[in-house]
């Protein structure tokens, strides 16, 4: 069984509560990542992701120059440490439906992150696609089992339209 340690992305770039969201967010597009762990210090004490730029900054009108990085950070975040065994990460992510979660030390000092693609690229097991397909689902089909809304497949039946599937 791995432990996150031998799977995780070191070496993380952190932003801090007091920097812009506009910098933050030209991080993320610098290093082509969707999560930016933010930290006091060394003290991991939220997460940044570009779902939050967008829901809570831009849809809120909270992005402008002067916004900063606590205004719209996720706060309660989720994270695990680097001796947790992989299964146990793949299980909170999948009933959290996160795509990344930072790393700790017994300090909570911030020491990498580990996201789906690290899982998918370096744990050969076999409910790994199970378990990455759940946390991709959509919160409302994951919780009421509901099966997607088919947009459109050209003949707009109703039967498609309510989301059940047309044989």
Excluded at 12 to 21: F, L, N
Excluded at 34 to 44: F, S, T
Excluded at 154 to 161: E, H, I, K, V
Aim: glycine share 6%; with cysteine.
């Amino acid at each position: 069984m791995k432990i996150v340690s031998q799977i995780m992305t070191h070496g993380v770039r952190a932003v801090k509560p007091s920097d812009s969201v506009i910098r933050a967010a030209q991080a993320m597009e610098e290093l082509n990542v969707g999560a930016l762990p933010v930290c006091d210090a060394e003290r991991l004490v939220g997460i940044l992701t570009d779902r939050d730029i967008a829901v809570r900054g831009v849809a809120q009108g909270l992005a402008d120059q002067d916004a900063k990085v606590h205004e719209i950070m996720t706060r309660e975040v989720k994270w695990c440490t680097v001796d947790e065994s992989v299964d146990t990460v793949m299980q909170t992510m999948s009933i959290h439906q996160i795509r990344r979660l930072p790393v700790v030390d017994q300090q909570h000092h911030l020491v990498g992150m580990v996201s789906l693609g690290d899982i998918a690229t370096q744990v050969h097991d076999a409910h790994v696609a199970d378990i990455l397909s759940e946390i991709s689902e959509t919160p409302a089909v994951h919780r009421a089992g509901m099966l997607p809304v088919k947009l459109s497949d050209g003949d707009g039946s109703a039967a498609n339209r309510a989301g059940r599937r047309s044989v």
